[in-house]
């Protein structure tokens, strides 16, 4: 019996050591944080993957996909969200492009744009 009791407290022991280290490591992330508010830590390192003025813009609105950003050419690919290609066809010029599309209402879309230059843009559309 008395070897029963001592296993239990010997558990008890460990679970309470187990929750101060825990308890302690969580105080020192939040004091390290505080620390400086223009402080980083140098192993995260965010990069864009883009320019920011490499970006197109596509909208959605009365049976119309409208596209701004950039001047490039491309393929342009849409998909239904379970994967059925609904449209591909080539651009000449995305940055002023508007093309008549009747898609199904509530349903969502994938847009795909694979520029001349390798770069691939994706979009999702939700048809109102």
Known sequence: ???LKEFVNC???KAVKNGLVSFCFLIFLLASS??????HFSFIKIQPTYEPEDVINVIYQNNTIIFKGINVNGNLKIYSIIGN????MNI???SKIIIPINL???N???IRIETSDNRIFTHKIVAH
């Not at 505080?34 to 402080?39: D, I, L, Q, R």
């Not at 290609?85 to 591909?88: E, L, P």
């Open 1 to 3: 019996m008395n070897l």
């Open 11 to 13: 558990i008890k022991l």
């Open 34 to 39: 505080k620390v400086s508010p223009n402080y």
């Open 85 to 88: 290609k609904i449209m591909d």
């Open 92 to 94: 000449q010029d995305f």
């Open 104 to 106: 199904d209402r509530q």
């Open 108 to 110: 969502i879309y994938i």
